[in-house]
């Protein structure tokens, strides 16, 4: 079935680094758009960066653009996110998403990442 599982969360200070992996298993990968999101305590869930299944294009919302790179590794079947410049607002749960192309959406269990001094 279906997997996708997130790793690379942790706490760290502001202006810090960190970088995040989404490995992927049970679907095909390399053929497959994927995405990051987060969800912030109270708040909705929001896309943060999408890749294509090449990686030849990204996508990045305001917030992430300039500070944060998604990229993959297709033949380990892996996605990442560098989150570079790290600030307090970007304390979250993160999740990677395959979307099939029939619109299913699966998630993985997410990973989570507060910054904090």
């Known amino acids: 079935q279906v997997q996708l599982v997130e790793s690379g969360g942790g706490l760290v200070q502001p202006g810090g680094s960190l970088r995040l992996s989404c490995a992927g298993s049970?679907?095909?990968?390399?053929?497959?758009?994927m995405y990051w999101y987060r969800q912030a305590p109270g708040k909705e869930r929001e896309l943060v960066a999408s890749?294509?299944?090449?990686?030849?294009?990204?996508t990045y919302s305001n917030s992430a653009k300039g500070r944060f790179t998604i990229s993959r590794d297709n033949a380990k079947s892996t996605m990442y996110l560098q989150m570079n410049s790290l600030e307090p607002e970007d304390t979250a749960v993160y999740y990677c998403?395959?979307?099939?192309?029939?619109?299913?959406?699966?998630w993985g269990q997410g990973t989570q990442v507060t910054v904090s001094s």
């Open positions: 998403k395959r979307r099939t192309w029939d619109g299913r959406d699966y």
């Open positions: 049970g679907f095909p990968f390399s053929s497959s758009t």
């Open positions: 890749i294509s299944s090449t990686g030849g294009t990204t």
